[in-house]
């Protein structure tokens, strides 16, 4: 992955509980795990609003009683191109 530096402002404050909480070495470190991070939740989200868009059929509805796990956070698994955009 191609790395490029930036001139960036951050609140000093975050930036070292968030280095805390990740256990992070450095700045840069902090911030790629921040973005990957945001950009896994978007993707999710995204997945998960373009399932709600579909209605369930009485097959897929069935498929809730049975003991299946469900991974939505999974990347190989484009949802909005499965179930579309609503108008």
Known sequence: MAREKATVTLDRGKVEEA???IGGKS???VIDTALDRLIRTE???SDVAAYQRHSQSQAERAVADLPVSL????DEVDYDALYGHSP
């Open 43 to 45: 993707r999710l989200r």
């Open 19 to 21: 280095r805390a909480l």
């Open 71 to 74: 991974d939505l956070d999974d």
């Open 27 to 29: 700045m840069s470190d």
